[in-house]
């Protein structure tokens, strides 16, 4: 019975709430409780940005206490648009919400992207990245900048070796871009 009485006063209090998959945002008046249970057992970081993209919050939880849930009072914001970003070493994701003067409100749609995994031994490069379809790009620059290899990627996974023996000495960079999101990776090639 209590834990009835407790379900349904949650639900009473509880405005909103969204759930990707990974991961529930639910609105209890001014805060809002980001409940990770579902995300992989590793080390996270939560950001709050505001609509120009500067960091207002980012708070790092270890793995043993990544998969509780956590509270963001959001009462000292000013009405606008802002994003939560949550991530960890595979993946990262972003949900949007507002602040209204009266309510705090969660957008319906969130975007995940899966974090490429790169790897140099020797003048070998190898590439892997779970796309899932979506439209990406990839870049290698060499030493001077000079784009040595491009390709758009739309399958659902890339893997690829690159024997970059013919470039000259010096730093080799990786740049692969999903939307809005743009990971860079810099190799030494000795």
């Not at 709430?17 to 995300?39: C, M, P, R, S, Y």
């Not at 000013?78 to 949007?96: C, M, R, V």
């Not at 899966?114 to 003048?123: E, I, V």
Request: proline share 2%.
């Amino acid at each position: 019975m209590k834990t009835l009485f407790s379900i349904l006063l949650a639900a009473i209090f509880a405005t909103s709430a969204t759930a990707n998959g990974d991961f529930t945002l639910t609105v209890f008046g001014q805060v809002i409780e980001l409940n990770t249970a579902q995300w992989s057992k590793s080390d996270i970081t939560v950001k709050i940005l505001d609509e120009e993209g500067h960091v207002l919050v980012q708070k790092n939880y270890p793995a043993n206490v990544s998969v509780k849930s956590k509270r963001f009072n959001v009462s000292k914001l000013t009405a606008g648009n802002y994003e939560f970003i949550l991530s960890d070493n595979q993946k990262i994701s972003k949900h949007s919400f507002s602040v209204k003067p009266d309510a705090v409100e969660i957008a319906q749609n969130s975007e995940t992207f899966n974090k490429p995994h790169f790897a140099l031994s020797g003048t070998d490069l190898k590439i892997n990245y779970l796309n899932l379809g979506n439209l990406s790009n990839i870049k290698i620059l060499n030493n001077i900048n000079e784009t040595v290899y491009e390709a758009f990627i739309n399958t659902p996974i890339y893997s690829k070796q690159f024997d970059l023996a013919l470039l000259d000495k010096g730093e080799v960079t990786v740049i692969l871009t999903q939307g809005s999101e743009i990971y860079t990776q810099i190799f030494n090639i000795k």
